[in-house]
């Protein structure tokens, strides 16, 4: 708690025993296992869009200087919190993450704090799916984002004049580099804020 990592392992209860990242992880790697080999045939149709969408990236990260949880007095159960936990990781569209809460607010009533916070970050996470960064940070009035490493020639080449460009219209917006990584840097003041520009930046790379 504290470091305001989206859908970090530090819960109490058995998603602590290994961090719920990790557990995750494992997860993927063996349901990707499976799709490659023995079900190969089944996912034809999502390799093709996972083609077509190559600049996504799945394992963006959040950060938002904030506590980004469900607590446990707000959803007092392991397996239910652990449940939620798990379709937040899985949510890839806006109306899905509404659906989520919807069930939420009906389930358990208003949301905290921190919940509000938490799904703040997967709703940032979402908007950022396909811009291909690699990181988000949004704290202290201030967005940065990460970009892929100059290895990523694709992205690069396709990508980086579009961001550019839209990014020069901002007041403020730059670039920076730091050692061997590049990144975007805009103050912004608000959460809504934040989520209008990097909406906007993204319908501006898919165009």
Same mark, same amino acid.
């Given at each position: 708690?504290?470091?305001?990592? /989206?859908?970090?392992?530090?819960?109490?209860?058995?998603? +602590?025993?290994?961090? *719920?990242?990790?557990?995750?992880? #494992?997860?993927?790697?063996?349901?990707?296992?499976?799709?490659?080999?023995?079900?190969?045939? /089944?996912?034809?149709?999502?390799?093709?869009?996972?083609?077509?969408?190559?600049?996504?990236?799945?394992?963006?990260?959040?950060? $938002?200087?904030?506590? +980004?949880? /469900?607590?446990?007095?707000?959803?007092?159960?392991?397996?239910e919190r652990f449940e939620f936990y798990?379709?937040?990781?899985?949510?890839?569209?806006?109306?899905?993450?509404?659906? $989520? #809460?919807?069930?939420?607010?009906?389930?358990?009533?208003?949301?905290?704090?921190?919940?509000?916070?938490?799904? *703040?970050?997967?709703?940032?996470?979402?908007?950022?799916?396909?811009?291909? *960064?690699?990181?988000?940070?949004?704290?202290?009035?201030?967005?940065? +984002?990460?970009?892929p490493p100059e290895s990523n020639t694709?992205?690069?080449?396709?990508? *980086? #004049?579009?961001?550019?460009?839209?990014?020069?219209?901002?007041?403020?917006g730059r670039f920076v580099q730091k050692?061997?990584?590049?990144?975007?840097?805009?103050?912004?003041?608000?959460?809504?804020?934040?989520?209008?520009?990097?909406?906007? /930046? +993204?319908?501006?790379?898919?165009?």
């Amino acid at each position: 708690r504290g470091a305001g990592n /989206l859908l970090g392992g530090e819960q109490r209860g058995f998603i +602590a025993e290994m961090g *719920f990242e990790l557990y995750q992880k #494992i997860l993927d790697e063996a349901v990707n296992e499976l799709r490659n080999e023995e079900f190969s045939t /089944l996912f034809t149709d999502e390799k093709q869009t996972t083609h077509r969408r190559k600049f996504t990236n799945e394992d963006v990260a959040v950060e $938002i200087g904030a506590d +980004a949880l /469900l607590p446990t007095n707000y959803v007092s159960s392991d397996t239910e919190r652990f449940e939620f936990y798990k379709r937040l990781y899985n949510v890839r569209s806006e109306m899905e993450l509404n659906n $989520i #809460i919807s069930e939420l607010r009906d389930r358990y009533g208003r949301l905290p704090d921190e919940a509000e916070s938490l799904l *703040f970050a997967v709703r940032l996470r979402v908007v950022a799916l396909e811009t291909g *960064f690699v990181r988000i940070i949004f704290k202290n009035k201030l967005l940065i +984002a990460e970009l892929p490493p100059e290895s990523n020639t694709l992205y690069y080449e396709h990508l *980086f #004049i579009p961001l550019t460009t839209f990014v020069s219209t901002f007041p403020a917006g730059r670039f920076v580099q730091k050692k061997d990584k590049v990144f975007m840097e805009a103050p912004i003041s608000t959460r809504e804020q934040c989520l209008d520009f990097l909406q906007k /930046l +993204a319908r501006n790379l898919q165009e």
